[in-house]
């Protein structure tokens, strides 16, 4: 038996399962978010490239921006609860979450025991999000995945002064225009995203251990361009993409378990 | 002898020549903005286009977002300034003044005796300013220009649930493919930008009469729109789109006849 947890997300979609144990046993993730068949593509890939079997499975929950449309789960979660979940399993010292998604960022704090606490939240401007990154890198006319190495590459970083990231495009286009480096703007692109994140994050407070996750966290230019603002060496989750669904995967578990034991007792 | 406003904003360069009554002799309005040839080729098309001699002119006063480039003018005055001076000039009952640009908008107050009072600007985000409008005209494939007639077809405004220009973007394309109808899409933005602008103004306050400045103010769509969530009449200026540089000349004209009145004291 299996419990898959599936985060769709308006960039990705991920799909994760667990053992009794909570132990992964497979994963994987698509580069297509919410009104797509990206979930259904990402669940497909999971069991194609694994031994598991469907029928095994014992309970599928859904998180992410798109939780809602998917039909096939047992139960959704919010992303809050099921980053800090995926967190507090796979890095117990944690107690703040930073998770930048596709088009929003959050700061999560989590207690000593697992409870989540207080939570900040943007998910009305496109600034300090994957959204900005992504609207940048098509003027770059780079991948988004590409950014972290090309970040790497930067000499002196061009710094944007515009927070929107309407007037940011039109700023690095000049930029481009005026003969600046692509490594040097792109940094500029992350201190930008990251300077919006710790505004963020501070409102909320930093209490340490902090991580990054969503999958922007394999971007080592802004885990760079955000340790440098906030001052604090983040903590990476192993593939960081997966935070989420690995969150929703246990929890589909932990509830297995409960439910078990309830009808259990009322024997 | 005549007075020249030039006002050069991110969008169009205006400019206008006034005698020494403060009446209007020539305007011209080129839409091209700072940075471009802009604000040459208004005062140049405004001097083809007239019987006005330059060497007539005795005052140039410049305006707007990039009116500190253009190294022609006497001096350089705040939009602010401007705009409320050519308001009071042209619309003398008008407490309130509210001028959309190509990339802020501003709500500025004005008392009795035409002194400027408190006022609220937006200049860090693109929602709510002209910058929003030419994003959506590009995703329909229109002309900025063509939204007032586009908006007078609209039978069933489509409402935009995102503020942010860069999601209501991605919203306008949905909705597109669903199938709306691009008139009520356009009804639809004109209600966004008119919420952000109102929003805007109500933290002013409103006093009447109420004033529509800047070339957003020749869009009647935006102009229904901001009457209803302002639930006031709106006096639109003659020629909206000079409001600005019209300020800037009669404020050369005032500064002219003030120098004179000085040295004539001095002799
Ligand atoms: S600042 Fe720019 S990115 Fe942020 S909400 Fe406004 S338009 Fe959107």
Redesign the pocket.
């Known amino acids: 038996v299996h419990f898959l947890g599936v985060d769709i997300g308006s960039a990705a979609s991920k799909a994760v399962a667990v053992n009794e144990e909570g132990e992964i046993l497979a994963s994987a993730a698509v580069q297509l978010g919410t009104g797509t068949k990206g979930v259904q593509s990402a669940v497909e890939t999971l069991y194609a490239e694994s031994a598991l079997d469907p029928a095994d499975r014992a309970m599928t929950v859904a998180t992410g921006y798109g939780r809602m449309k998917y039909t096939e789960a047992d139960f959704q979660m919010s992303e809050i609860t099921c980053h800090a979940k995926g967190i507090r399993k796979l890095l117990p010292t944690v107690r703040t979450v930073i998770d930048i998604g596709g088009q929003d960022s959050k700061a999560i704090r989590i207690d000593e025991n697992g409870a989540i606490g207080q939570f900040v939240m943007n998910d009305?401007?496109?600034?300090g999000t994957g959204?900005?990154l992504e609207v940048m890198s098509r003027v770059l006319d780079a991948d988004v995945s590409q950014l972290g190495e090309l970040d790497a590459l930067a000499k002196a970083p061009v710094s944007i002064s515009n927070?929107?990231?309407?007037?940011?495009e039109s700023e690095v286009i000049s930029r481009l225009s005026e003969g600046a480096m692509i490594p040097d703007i792109v940094a500029g692109i992350h201190q930008s995203v990251a300077k919006r994140v710790a505004g963020l994050a501070l409102r909320l407070g930093i209490e340490e251990d902090v991580a990054l996750t969503g999958g922007v966290a394999l971007n080592r230019g802004i885990i760079r361009a955000l340790e440098e603002e906030l001052k604090v060496k983040l903590k990476i989750a192993p593939q960081p993409q997966l935070t989420g669904a690995y969150g929703a995967a246990i929890l589909g578990r932990d509830r297995y378990f409960k439910e078990l034991s309830a009808s259990a007792n009322n024997e």
Do not use: P, Q
């Open positions: 009305k401007c496109a600034a959204r900005f927070t929107c990231t309407v007037f940011a």
